[in-house]
């Protein structure tokens, strides 16, 4: 996680390190700090706390340095505080690093019986000190070549050193690293995000890559030290929406876009003249694939969930999901003939990207679904399907998590008709009704005030359980973990059928319990189920799809009815009550709903 921005230019660069850093701010926002070179000296600043309360302190300081780094923070070693916050500096360099430095302890033991002394807990500083002790003796390029050899773990580096005072250095070992290209400055970052404002014209490091940045040139070596070229990319011009319009947070802005991201979403992937879904050079002959793994992290794992259940109802491959961070480490069986799609709205999350590079190593067919598509994930797939949700600010997950399953769901139909497996009429009436999909989450939207009424309960209960079956049941763990980081609530998303088997001990008098209970295969079963938590003593909100029979809901607390769709497309509804509820029960804590405690955005971490 952690932020990086590095500036050279001919004018100060405060400002300019300032307002990326605010970009950042969504890779960790526990502490955050700036340093920049003026008159030989390195004028550092850092504070534990956002990047607005760093901005005041600099604002009263005079920082005149052209050349400088910033970082925010997301606390690996060591607690969010001042000290610990980045950049870390000697004497002779300052350094701010994302990433684990995984025998920072070993090296740290070394560097001290040879007299030096740390201020931080940090592992980062672990590079500043070991990088000052090579620059006795070494010039600067050979000096971070030796630095870097000792390091095991993954780091993306921006360093400045004072006898060098025209140039940062830049390196890259499994976090990302962009540089940019201006008028006469440069810039480095943590991804292209970060430089949007500033640049268009970008070039991606690759794991091992060093490289030397100043206001008129960039320089890469490569990991063997040999000079290399690199290409330069052009973003997209569109840019993205930091505005919270007339809402007051991300999420809440983010929730109600809904209705028209899936609709962009649609419109790039659906063709409306003929009922049909176009997914372009589509790289592999589906006929010849048996099987395909879906793998992510949190919320994009509740959509490989979702997705499993679509796969297995309407084409006849064989499916597996697996959480990227176990996939990365366990002895898996690669298959010639199978896909494997890696699900990530960041395309950063460093888990997934491991996942990824594991299955290019051994040279499986890579597909991955990203909001980002300048990202790692995207850059080293084989094929990218975007969910063209736009920017999603908020920490917690919502609108992706829609265009994510959204994607899924076209690619798993076209896949079906193109492999023979649903009929033409059954293909194109599904289609039908995805078109309505987006009138039909505007419609559910209309809970809102319903949830924000109930939500209060959910506010100050110990613990709450969200329960559903088939396609409700990653719902239900897709509301739990919604609840979790939002209000920090205990909640368990768990398949509804499994209570009696040991969670139903939980269950006491007054717990608030979801029940997810679409009118689908699974309903008389789901509503057993309830009766089984109700007599039990728990408060249940009940979530089904409107409907002309009546709910037979004896002893239910409260009812909420989505809109009426097929059972397929039910996901999406289901989650918007869930997704509200989490909402307000954080906001009647006053907690910030958009930088939910020790999280962050994109966890470029392991
Ligand atoms: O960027 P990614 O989709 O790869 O992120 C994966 C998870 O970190 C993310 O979905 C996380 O679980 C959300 N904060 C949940 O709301």
Not at 498 to 506: N, S
Request: glycine letters at 6%; proline letters at 3%.
């Amino acid at each position: 996680m952690c932020g990086i921005i590095g500036i050279s230019s001919s004018k100060p660069v405060v400002n300019n390190i300032i307002s990326s850093l605010k970009k950042l701010e969504y890779r960790g926002y526990d502490s955050a700090g700036i340093a920049t070179f003026s008159d030989k000296f390195i004028d550092e600043v850092k504070c534990e706390g956002r990047v607005g309360k760093l901005e005041k302190i600099v604002s009263k300081k005079s920082l005149k340095g052209i050349v400088g780094i910033g970082h925010v923070r997301w606390a690996t070693h060591g607690v969010p505080n001042e000290i610990n916050a980045h950049p870390h500096s000697s004497d002779r360099v300052s350094v701010v690093h994302n990433g684990i430095i995984e025998n920072s302890t070993i090296l740290k033991k070394i560097l001290e019986k040879k007299g030096y002394q740390f201020k931080s807990q940090t592992d980062t500083e672990v590079i500043t000190i070991l990088l000052t002790e090579n620059l006795k003796n070494n010039k600067l390029l050979v000096a971070v070549q030796k630095t870097l050899e000792k390091l095991h773990g993954s780091y993306a580096l921006a360093i400045l050193c004072k006898d060098n005072p025209d140039l940062i250095v830049g390196a890259r070992r499994g976090s990302p690293l962009a540089v940019g290209y201006g008028h006469n400055e440069n810039y480095l970052g943590s991804d292209s995000y970060a430089l949007k404002s500033m640049t268009n014209k970008i070039s991606y490091l690759d794991d091992g890559d060093i490289c030397i940045l100043k206001k008129d040139s960039a320089e890469f070596y490569n990991s063997k030290g040999k000079k290399i070229n690199k290409k330069i990319l052009t973003m997209s011009e569109t840019e993205d929406n930091y505005d919270k319009g007339d809402f007051k947070t991300f999420m809440q802005k983010e929730i109600f876009e809904q209705p028209n991201s899936v609709k962009s979403c649609i419109n790039e992937y659906v063709d409306h003249l003929r009922d049909d879904i176009n997914i372009y050079n589509f790289p592999w002959d589906i006929t010849k694939i048996d099987s395909v793994v879906l793998i992510g992290c949190g919320t994009a794992y509740h959509a490989c969930m979702v997705a499993k259940y679509w796969i297995e109802e309407l084409t006849s491959l064989e499916v597996a999901i697996d959480i990227a961070s176990e996939f990365r480490y366990k002895r898996n069986k690669f298959k010639n003939n199978c896909i494997y799609i890696f699900v990530s709205q960041s395309g950063e999350t460093a888990d997934t990207f491991a996942a990824l590079e594991l299955c290019k190593k051994n040279k499986m067919k890579t597909l991955s679904v990203v909001n980002v598509v300048e990202s790692s994930i995207a850059r080293n797939s084989n094929f990218v399907l975007p969910i063209h949700c736009g920017a999603e600010i908020c920490v917690a997950s919502t609108k992706a998590f829609l265009g994510q399953m959204l994607v899924l769901y076209v690619l798993i139909l076209k896949i079906s008709s193109l492999r023979g497996d649903i009929k033409k009429k059954d293909y194109e009436a599904k289609i039908k009704l995805l078109k309505k999909l987006p009138e039909a989450i505007r419609n559910t939207l209309s809970t809102e005030s319903e949830m924000e009424e109930i939500s209060d309960i959910f506010s100050e209960a110990k613990g709450s359980m969200f329960l559903g079956r088939g396609y409700s049941y990653p719902i239900a763990m897709e509301g739990a973990l919604k609840l979790k980081e939002l209000c920090y609530v205990h909640a368990e998303g768990y398949p509804a059928g499994e209570m009696k088997h040991g969670p139903l001990a939980l269950i006491e008098s007054g717990m608030p319990v979801v029940i997810i209970a679409p009118r689908d295969k699974y309903y008389e079963k789901t509503l057993s189920n309830m009766q089984e938590v109700i007599a039990r003593g728990a408060k249940v909100l009940f979530i089904s799809n409107k409907s002309k029979d009546e709910i037979s809901s004896d002893n239910v607390w409260k009812k909420i009815e989505v809109e009426k769709t097929s059972d397929e497309l039910l996901p999406f509804l289901l989650t918007i009550p869930l997704q509200l509820l989490a909402f307000y029960a954080a906001k009647n804590k006053g907690y910030d709903i958009d930088k939910p405690r020790n999280l962050a955005k994109s966890v470029t971490v392991e």
